[in-house]
């Protein structure tokens, strides 16, 4: 049996996070082989995540971040079982360490995101490995983001919702760029204004104003007319720049933009909100 020192199990524990007792038994089963007991935690992180595969992770944190720059952001999920897990501070070490990651590499999409390299494995490894620390399933379920004259991110406390905003100019008071992440976060827009939003959503909403027209009793000939005046008020609630801005009802996003700066305007927004 080989002489396990606390000082070894320290060390296992730093770069595995796996708890005190797990390291001390990987190690005497490797007879003191410090890669061999990292072996030993990855196989049973892999067992649990087999075990817990049909689990259901819908809990865990949105986070969001954006380059020291400005000019480059990223948001990403990771999942987990239950909120007290999302709350454990192996897990929150974890999620930002991947946001640092993915913000320093900034790879092109979630797959890529998985296959980046963190702690001697990948990414996607990494998080099944934690499965055996953390005890649930783990999910890296979500990755996008954004590049632009000037980037802003926001977490909503809680780190259940987050957003990340793309602007045309970088320069201004930051509390516009603040603003505008906070109103995404508020009022959920589906597009930047009408013309971002699909046709297959336009085309959703007459059918529904129609329909809603047609069950009021109103005659067939006026139903494409009402239709488009809800459509016009869809496109005023649910476009980020037609939507009142919710700090002053009394004017548009647009016109808030407008008044910090005249060429100031949205490239992208990005949105993610876990369970609510």
Do not use: W
């Not at 004259?149 to 977490?155: G, L, N, P, S």
Request: hydrophobic residues 40%; aromatic residues 6%.
């Amino acid at each position: 049996m080989a002489n396990i020192s606390s000082a070894d199990v320290a060390k296992l524990r730093r770069v595995t996070l796996a708890g005190m007792m797990d390291c001390k038994k990987a190690l005497e089963e490797s007879e003191g082989n410090f890669d061999k007991a990292i072996e030993i935690i990855r196989k049973k992180g892999q067992a649990v995540a087999n075990k817990r595969a049909d689990r259901e992770a819908t809990e865990g944190v949105v986070l969001s971040k954006v380059s020291s720059d400005g000019k480059h952001g990223v948001i990403f999920v990771l999942n987990s079982e239950t909120d007290f897990v999302a709350k454990n501070a192996n897990f929150m070490a974890l999620a930002n360490k991947i946001l640092d990651i993915a913000l320093a590499k900034n790879p092109a999409n979630l797959e890529e995101l998985k296959s980046l390299p963190m702690d001697g494995g990948k990414i996607g490894d990494k998080i099944v490995e934690y499965v055996g620390v953390i005890g649930e399933k783990l999910d890296l379920s979500y990755f996008d983001r954004i590049e632009a004259a000037h980037v802003q991110a926001y977490i909503h406390p809680g780190n259940k919702l987050a957003t990340l905003v793309g602007f045309t100019k970088s320069g201004i008071d930051v509390q516009v760029y603040k603003d505008i992440a906070m109103q995404v976060a508020a009022m959920n827009p589906v597009a930047i204004d009408k013309d971002f939003v699909p046709q297959a959503v336009i085309a959703q909403e007459i059918e529904i104003g129609k329909e809603q027209a047609r069950r009021d009793g109103k005659p067939e000939e006026m139903l494409e007319k009402i239709a488009q005046g809800k459509l016009a008020k869809f496109f005023k609630e649910s476009t980020l720049l037609n939507q009142d801005f919710v700090k002053d009802n009394k004017m548009s996003i647009k016109q808030y933009l407008q008044s910090a700066s005249k060429d100031l305007a949205v490239t992208d927004f990005k949105r993610y909100s876990l369970n609510l």
